[in-house]
């Protein structure tokens, strides 16, 4: 099945890699220049977090548009997006009102870019969806671990790096993202069957078309992304702080993502596998609470060597729930509204990257960039714990 996938899929998976490498090698990069810019560490949350603004409001809207036929144009203008904030970073980036506008778009262009990844997986074949979504989340967080990576080209022994370098890195991603955009849309149709994607649908019509004992884990689904991709956040905007707050250079902090990265990816390549052993709702709820233990330690006074093996470890478990939760919510809801559910998720997605890093970064202020890990752990502990009300089986 892997082998067919990769095979059918090469461009959209070398799309999806491009699209994490070009936002984990800028977002980081802006953290570091909002810091150059004077900004207090306890507010770079809430500057970073105006990334998931755009998506809050306009996701569904983009969701409903693909649902009716327009996935092709939603896939190139999140790419021509993506191009325009690069442009914006390398030339425009020397006050915090223009980082604002930077991120801003830039989070318009990556939800609208995976909305349209992911409405061409949902609207595969419905068979081992946890192998398809599982290599396709595996190919974003190979771009989550170079993306990184070239902050060690940027850096060399310094606290901070130097962010133009990063902007000019994140551009050339861009660009290379739009590229490979053409053929991934060439000749493609993504309108789907049915009759509601034909039709303004709200909410309401949206929940009453769920079936009544699938709600609960929908719900649950839905949190559990919410709140993983939050903590991703928290690492990529908070580690950059640590590091300035103990002095790990912006080198070592680099290697440090790169590495939470690269495990995610190990752990995404044999999902199907621990899906199949633990069962895919079990599996949740494990990987959840190990990495909300594993995120609190991050929080000890420990030196840099020792948060490599915790790092491998929370990018092993915390790179699970992703993938699972998007199986889930494509079995759980009407073929003819996946593209829209899957919106809902990013909008859901886009609360959690607002409202997590935004809320723990406010007790950084008071005990420092380790109380972001700290309350991000307990969040995940908390998570973990609604999880085991999902049913014991996996969802059929």
Do not use: C
Not at 26 to 32: C, D, L
Not at 265 to 288: D, E, K, P
Not at 370 to 387: P, Q, Y
Request: no cysteine; net charge positive; glycine share 10%.
């Amino acid at each position: 099945m892997i082998r067919n996938f990769v095979g059918k899929y090469q461009t959209l998976l070398l799309h999806a890699t491009l699209l994490q490498l070009a936002s984990f090698v800028v977002r980081p990069a802006a953290t570091y220049k909002a810091l150059e810019l004077g900004v207090n560490p306890g507010y770079v949350g809430l500057l970073i977090a105006s990334y998931a603004a755009l998506p809050l409001f306009l996701s569904l809207f983009i969701g409903r548009a693909s649902d009716r036929g327009q996935n092709s144009q939603i896939l190139m203008s999140g790419s021509l997006i993506m191009v325009l904030v690069g442009i914006g970073f390398v030339n425009f980036s020397n006050s915090v009102e223009q980082l604002v506008i930077w991120i801003l778009l830039l989070g318009l262009g990556h939800v609208m870019s995976v909305i349209g990844q992911q409405t061409l997986i949902a609207n595969g074949s419905s068979r081992d969806l946890d192998s398809a979504f599982g290599m396709y989340t595996f190919a974003g967080s190979l771009g989550q671990t170079i993306g990184p990576a070239l902050i060690l080209l940027a850096s060399g022994r310094e606290i901070i790096p130097d962010t133009q370098k990063l902007f000019i890195y994140y551009l050339l991603s861009a660009l290379l993202l739009l590229v490979t955009t053409f053929p991934l849309i060439r000749g493609k149709s993504q309108r789907v069957s049915g009759v509601v994607a034909d039709q303004q649908i709200k909410i309401r019509m949206l929940w009453k078309s769920i079936e009544t004992r699938n709600k609960p884990s929908l719900l649950i689904a839905m949190l559990v992304s919410l709140i993983a991709i939050g903590s991703v956040d928290v690492l990529a905007i908070y580690l950059p702080a640590l590091g300035i707050e103990r002095g790990i250079p912006a080198a070592t902090i680099g290697l440090l993502m790169s590495i939470r990265a690269l495990t995610t990816m190990i752990s995404r390549f044999y999902l199907a596998q621990l899906s199949r052993f633990f069962g895919r709702n079990r599996l949740i709820v494990i990987s959840t609470a190990l990495a909300g233990f594993l995120i609190m330690l991050i929080a000890l006074p420990i030196p840099a060597v020792v948060m490599i093996p915790l790092v491998i470890l929370i990018g092993f478990s915390i790179g699970i729930g992703q993938p699972l939760t998007m199986t889930m919510i494509t079995i759980l809801v009407p073929v003819s509204t996946r593209s829209t559910w899957l919106s809902l998720r990013l909008t859901a997605n886009r609360v959690g990257q607002a409202v997590v890093p935004a809320g723990v970064g406010l007790t950084t202020i008071a005990v420092g960039a380790g109380g972001a890990f700290a309350t991000t752990g307990l969040l995940l502990l908390a998570v973990a714990g609604v999880s085991r009300r999902l049913p014991t089986s996996n969802v059929d």
